[in-house]
């Protein structure tokens, strides 16, 4: 693979940073410009269960997702980077075949009938990667700063003129890919969730019976993240305090200890939903990778289709299905 070249990221969520590092380990010389950073990113707002959700299509995001398993379990061994291996359980109301990803995780069983919650009566078991995104994001941008990765924070509104000084861009702009190189598929996803305090719990439990209002508990290290929504085309990013008390109330049912929980933090995050992942070189300027529209799965996706990324900067062929434009 071609060495050297100034490749030039553009956003600073997961999939930016996670890309800007895979880049630099290849041997390029990388720096990021992004228009919001930090808590500022729906990244920060995320769940960041290791989990396809609202991702297409199957067989790409089934590769994508394997990878991000391995790449996050390898970091869940250093303790600074905010990863943990966690079980959990997806409880169905109705008898639910095996998810089409299922070989993406090397973890899966069936819930126990006697183990089952009143009301379910289906049910998966699997160990994932819960990453503690605040805690994500600081340790990728410090491992970046150490390696010689600068951060810009500024607006991107015209790739073209971003170009100067670089021999490659990758845009990882997610829904302000929209505006950015007008994608009219990209749609925003609301997404609403509530951090509690930690109160011992070990175990996630989610519950998609309603795709609107899936219901999930995620413990973390200090938090709890609870939630949720998954309203298509709301862009309102404001907290809605009626939908926190319905969150609250749905994943109480779930997990009755919830209820006694304090309340730390409300977030609001616009996932960029679209009908595939792009993941692609330009049709009009090979200089020019794409890489957004990752829905609901980010944190899962990210450093799998950062590989891809690196490979297509290179100009080496993907493995399997990996360009999903």
Excluded: K
């Excluded at 990388?30 to 067989?59: C, F, H, K, M, N």
């Excluded at 009566?121 to 990667?129: H, I, K, N, R, S």
Aim: one cysteine or more; hydrophobic letters at 45%; charged letters at 25%.
């Amino acid at each position: 693979m071609m060495v050297g070249m100034r490749v030039r990221v553009i956003g600073a969520g997961i999939v930016g940073l996670a890309t800007a590092l895979r880049l630099r380990e290849a041997g390029h010389a990388v720096d990021v410009v992004a228009a919001e950073v930090g808590e500022q990113t729906t990244s920060a707002a995320a769940a960041a269960i290791w989990y396809p959700y609202r991702a297409l299509p199957e067989d790409a995001v089934t590769r994508w997702a394997a990878l991000g398993y391995h790449a996050l379990e390898a970091l869940s061994a250093d303790p600074g980077a905010g990863v943990d291996l966690r079980a959990g359980r997806q409880l169905c109301r109705a008898e639910t075949p095996d998810p089409w990803w299922v070989d993406a995780v090397p973890r899966f069983g069936r819930v126990r009938p006697a183990d089952l919650a009143p009301g379910y009566v289906d049910g998966f078991e699997l160990t994932v990667p819960v990453v503690d995104m605040p805690v994500h994001l600081r340790w990728l941008v410090d491992q970046l700063a150490t390696m010689g990765v600068s951060i810009r924070q500024d607006r991107v509104d015209d790739l073209a003129a971003t170009q100067d000084g670089v021999d490659a861009l990758v845009n990882c702009t997610g829904l302000g890919a929209r505006e950015l190189v007008g994608d009219t598929e990209l749609l925003a996803v609301r997404g609403q969730v509530v951090l509690v305090e930690q109160f011992g719990l070990q175990r996630w439990t989610l519950d998609e019976t309603d795709p609107l209002d899936p219901t999930y508990v995620v413990p973390r290290r200090d938090t709890v993240v609870v939630g949720g929504t998954a309203v298509d085309g709301d862009e309102d990013r404001a907290v809605r305090p009626d939908v926190a008390d319905a969150i609250l109330r749905r994943a109480s049912e779930l997990v009755p200890e919830l209820a006694r929980a304090r309340v730390l933090a409300h977030r609001v995050g616009l996932r960029p939903g679209r009908s595939t992942v792009r993941l692609e070189v330009d049709a009009n300027d090979a200089r020019i990778v794409h890489c957004y529209g990752h829905g609901g799965a980010g944190v899962t996706l990210a450093y799998g289709c950062a590989e891809d990324v690196v490979r297509l900067v290179g100009r080496r062929p993907l493995v399997g299905n990996g360009e999903a434009g």
